[in-house]
């Protein structure tokens, strides 16, 4: 039999200035809810299968951990301090964009979900569960070429209507 894995640890991160992608107002941790304590995207993510949008995460859903879970260094306390006053003061925090389309462009994450399963969220997103901070990969780029080069290797519709609507 094959030996088990190593368990993904994500590194300790004090200066997140050199991470790429925006300074979130909470410097939330993919690689440790995804990667390392392995929280599947739909937990968080949870309208993703029903939805055109994941959604963002309310703070209710990160408050179901984070009342009981104060983190492990003080870098991270501070962050989930910074949740749980949000929460107190019933006001979330205004996330900043990271992943845009044009509007004339559609992409309903329901469908794409359900035909490409869960591990479907790594090929536009790249493998987040291994981000410190959330970037668009390079390889991602989300222009028409890039999604019809999808479309293609999937013999999936390239009918303009699908994404312009």
């Known amino acids: ?5 190593t368990p ?3 590194p300790v991160i004090d200066d997140t200035a050199a991470l790429p992608g925006p300074r979130q107002p909470i ?24 939805s055109s ?22 870098s991270h306390r501070a ?11 019933r006001k979330p ?3 900043l964009r990271v992943f845009w389309l044009p509007q004339f462009a559609r992409f309903p994450h329901s469908r794409h979900i359900k ?12 493998d987040v569960a291994r981000m410190p901070q959330i970037a668009q990969p390079k390889e991602s780029t989300l222009l028409m070429g890039w999604c019809i080069r999808c479309h293609v290797e999937r013999a999936v519709s390239r009918d303009c209507t699908v994404c312009h609507y």
Not at 27 to 50: K, L, W
Not at 53 to 74: D, K
Not at 82 to 87: D, H
Request: hydrophobic residues 35%; charged residues 15%.
């Open 27 to 50: 410097f939330f941790r993919h690689d440790i809810h995804a990667g390392q304590d392995e929280i599947p995207c739909q937990y968080c993510h949870n309208t993703v299968t029903v």
């Open 1 to 5: 039999p094959a030996a088990p894995a």
């Open 53 to 74: 949008e994941p959604g963002i995460p309310s703070l209710q859903t990160c408050m179901g951990c984070h009342l009981i879970i104060s983190g492990t260094t003080p």
């Open 115 to 126: 035909a490409l399963g869960q591990d479907g969220c790594t090929l536009c997103h790249g």
């Open 79 to 89: 962050e989930i301090t910074k949740v749980r006053t949000a929460w107190s003061e």
């Open 8 to 10: 993904f640890v994500a």
């Open 93 to 95: 925090p205004e996330w």
